[in-house]
């Protein structure tokens, strides 16, 4: 066009420019960019009908068409700052504005993401580095929305979600949830116990106001909850029949909410089976599944022994008609409904066609023992469990070993020298807290061939591994994990059995450049540092961690990085192997000259005490984050410079800790118990360093 927004408003009017906007909108959806681009379109697009048009064509020809749900105040602050951008009229109230497009925004898009800043901090000054947060989980809910980032439970394997029973899911923030969510997979957000909040006690679910009052605090509630953790969720509105606290008679609201649900990116929507507006909101769910569910809260009608079963069977065909995955849950009448259960279980469920089933009560505790997936779990942190008999995965788990289900298996840290390690206290702490009847210990050999006869045993459940091993093993083991053939080097051994058979195989991972990651990703928000796309990193170290930095960073997208090594051909080299993965990658003979690339994040990966860190480095100001990977001494002279010149400094202990959080859940398939891990090697790093 030639102009900019303001030129074609003021000299031609809102509607030439909303025609310019449907013709360059209809072009870049349908020819320029049709796959593979990210079209951002302003606020106003839907106030054409050309525009809703063009975009609910878009969507249904299965593209993603994504509404930003703003918190006003926040926008009008930025447009009162903002004056290149035309107002419709003197008098005009942007909330006014914002309320007439709301229903057009709902016709015109097949998803929603609430951005607001509040909800991650109080005051503006700590709103800060809400951003980074909101643009992380943003790119999640486009991986979600687009199928490649699906982030659903492994069937395959016993799984668990904990059930929060807060009326606001800030209860448990900020240090409860991850002390909750130890050993489960997914988190079940109750919808229904909402209600509880003080805001709708008592009130009128009928009134219109108060429905759109509530859909919004449970969009925020869902939004924290994002915000909070990595886990799928599992959006429940239970009512009351059902054992719930939703209203039969709202049903209307509920189909509102679970629409609403699957729009805002929930892995899991509960829908009662016995609703009659199961299968709408079943044809509805986009990337969402749907856990079909029914709930027979006095276990008379829904029986599990052959002879009265037939209610079962058919609410088990009625939930497969409208659900991904067939919930039934009764109540045990006697101990012995348990084996019937199992016994139904047996017969129907697979990993195709999954099967929650279960008995509430104190004598239906046995069949959450046995339930194969998706079992509801509560935790002793939560002021109530959400259903009678619900136990915790701590429970489940030793009650599991008990009744010869989980055999113990053996862990082992492999290298030498390790009689110091911390990592037996870590795993050993996480695998009690999980009740897992595992045990890790030390295998100290100048060779890798010594381990041979550990990883044939069959009570072998993996292992660390650590100098000078992490080459040496490689040969030993079945396969290699991407992240570990790129990078050369294992420091995670994982025994996986194959689909379809018996045999183990034994796979090399990497969990160095995870923990690096991890690190360096909480730094970043804590610190406020620049975007890793825009920023500097520089590795000081060629060795084996060295090639883990490099992985690390290219992992959270920086493309600039400088190389230092004290043996300068050796840097070089790895500059060359790993140089596809950057723009650049420059090797320098002197830390005096890596400053004056001013990095925004610099990796030490050189266990030397003598090392000169120049001041002159941290150039970027107090914004740089400087990790050094070794834990011995507590302060390395990179660590100290840092601090010194205002930087966020990580010490090596903590990404010892965060990297052995990732062998955890790898060798379990569960969350890791991260506080008591990081307790246990805090206690005894404190005691010796």
Same mark, same amino acid.
């Given at each position: 066009v030639g102009q900019t927004i303001p030129e074609i408003v003021n000299g031609s009017g809102w509607a030439a420019f909303r025609e310019h906007e449907s013709r360059l909108l209809g072009k870049a959806l349908a020819e320029d960019y049709r796959t593979g681009h990210i079209v951002a379109c302003g606020g106003g697009v839907v106030e054409c009908e050309a525009n809703r048009k063009i975009l609910k064509e878009h969507a249904a020809r299965g593209a993603v068409v994504i509404c930003l749900v703003p918190n006003m105040q926040h926008v009008a602050e930025y447009l009162n700052q903002d004056k290149t951008r035309p107002a419709y009229s003197a008098t005009s109230d942007i909330n006014?504005?914002?309320?007439?497009?709301?229903?057009?925004?709902?016709?015109?898009?097949?998803? +929603?993401?609430?951005?607001?800043?509040?909800?991650?901090? @109080?005051?503006? +000054?700590?709103?800060?580095g809400s951003w980074s947060v909101i643009e992380r989980d943003f790119i999640r809910l486009v991986g979600f929305a687009t199928g490649r980032r699906l982030n659903r439970v492994d069937i395959a394997h016993q799984s668990f979600f904990?059930?929060?029973?807060?009326?606001?899911?800030?209860?448990?923030?900020? %240090?409860?949830?991850?002390?909750l969510v130890a050993g489960a997979h997914a988190i079940e957000l109750r919808v229904d116990l909402l209600l509880g909040a003080a805001p709708f006690v008592g009130a009128n679910l009928a009134d219109a106001g108060v429905q759109d009052a509530f859909? #919004?605090?449970?969009?925020?509630?869902? !939004?924290?909850?994002? #915000?909070?953790? /990595?886990?799928? &969720?599992?959006? !429940?509105?239970?009512?009351?029949?059902?054992?719930?606290?939703?209203?039969?008679?709202?049903?209307?609201?509920?189909?509102?909410?679970?629409? /609403?649900?699957?729009?805002?990116?929930?892995?899991?929507?509960? &829908?009662?089976?016995?609703?009659?507006?199961?299968?709408?909101?079943?044809?509805?769910? =986009? $990337?969402?599944?749907? &856990?079909? /569910?029914?709930?027979?809260?006095?276990?008379?009608?829904?029986? *599990?022994?052959? %002879? +009265?079963?037939?209610?079962?069977?058919?609410?088990?065909?009625? @939930?497969?008609?409208?659900?991904?995955?067939?919930?039934?849950i009764s109540v045990a009448q006697s101990w012995a409904d348990n084996l019937a259960c199992q016994r139904f279980l047996q017969q129907h469920h697979s990993v195709e066609k999954p099967v929650i089933a279960l008995n509430m009560g104190y004598l239906g505790q046995l069949s959450r023992v046995l339930c194969p997936c998706l079992t509801p779990v509560t935790h002793p942190l939560l002021t109530s469990a959400a259903a009678p008999g619900q136990i915790s995965v701590k429970q489940i788990n030793e009650a599991r070993f008990l009744g010869g289900l989980l055999p113990s298996k053996r862990f082992f840290l492999f290298g030498t020298p390790i009689q110091q390690s911390p990592s037996p206290?870590?795993? $050993?702490?996480?695998?009690?807290?999980?009740?897992?009847? #595992?045990?890790?210990?030390?295998? +100290?050999? =100048?060779?890798?061939?010594?381990?041979?006869?550990?990883?044939?045993?069959?009570?072998?459940?993996? @292992? /660390?591994? !650590?100098?000078? #091993?992490?080459q040496s093993v490689i040969p030993l083991l079945g396969s290699l994990t991407q992240a570990a053939q790129r990078i050369g080097a294992v420091n995670t051994i994982i025994p996986t059995t194959q689909e379809g058979s018996d045999r183990v195989v034994l796979v090399g991972d990497n969990t160095d450049y995870l923990g690096i990651v991890g690190c360096l990703q909480r730094a970043q928000l804590e610190q406020q540092s620049g975007s890793f796309a825009t920023a500097r990193g520089l590795v000081i170290g060629a060795g084996g961690t060295g090639r883990a930095a490099l992985y690390a960073l290219y992992t959270l997208g920086v493309q600039n990085v400088i190389l230092f090594n004290r043996t300068v051909a050796r840097a070089e080299e790895l500059a060359r192997e790993f140089g596809e993965l950057f723009t650049s990658i420059r090797v320098v003979a002197d830390l005096e000259t890596a400053t004056l690339d001013r990095p925004t994040y610099i990796v030490g990966t050189i266990p030397a005490n003598d090392l000169v860190i120049p001041d002159e480095l941290f150039g970027a100001g107090g914004a740089g984050v400087a990790l050094?990977?070794?834990?011995?001494?507590? *302060?390395?002279?990179?660590?100290?410079?840092?601090?010194?010149?205002? *930087?966020k400094t990580v010490p090596g202990v903590a990404v010892l800790i965060e990297q052995g959080i990732h062998q955890l859940e790898k060798w379990t398939h569960a969350t890791a118990p991260v506080k008591v891990m990081a307790d246990a090697v805090y206690a005894k790093y404190d005691a010796e360093f």
């Open positions: 006014d504005v914002y309320a007439r497009r709301i229903p057009l925004y709902a016709e015109s898009c097949n998803y +929603e993401y609430l951005v607001d800043k509040a909800l991650l901090a @109080a005051n503006e +000054e700590d709103q800060a904990v059930s929060l029973t807060a009326p606001d899911v800030r209860d448990y923030l900020p %240090a409860k949830l991850s002390q859909v #919004h605090y449970a969009h925020r509630q869902f !939004t924290v909850l994002r #915000h909070s953790s /990595s886990l799928p &969720v599992v959006f !429940t509105v239970r009512t009351e029949p059902q054992g719930g606290a939703f209203p039969a008679e709202s049903d209307p609201l509920r189909v509102r909410l679970l629409r /609403s649900a699957i729009q805002w990116g929930a892995e899991y929507v509960d &829908v009662e089976v016995d609703a009659a507006t199961a299968a709408e909101v079943y044809a509805a769910r =986009q $990337n969402s599944l749907v &856990v079909a /569910s029914y709930h027979d809260v006095t276990g008379k009608q829904l029986r *599990w022994n052959e %002879a +009265e079963r037939e209610f079962a069977d058919e609410m088990l065909v009625r @939930a497969r008609s409208c659900g991904d995955i067939a919930k039934l206290a870590m795993h $050993n702490a996480g695998f009690t807290a999980l009740g897992l009847p #595992h045990v890790y210990g030390l295998k +100290e050999t =100048q060779t890798a061939d010594e381990l041979r006869d550990i990883l044939a045993a069959a009570d072998f459940g993996g @292992a /660390s591994v !650590t100098i000078p #091993h992490k050094d990977m070794a834990y011995k001494p507590r *302060w390395t002279p990179l660590l100290g410079a840092a601090e010194k010149n205002g *930087w």
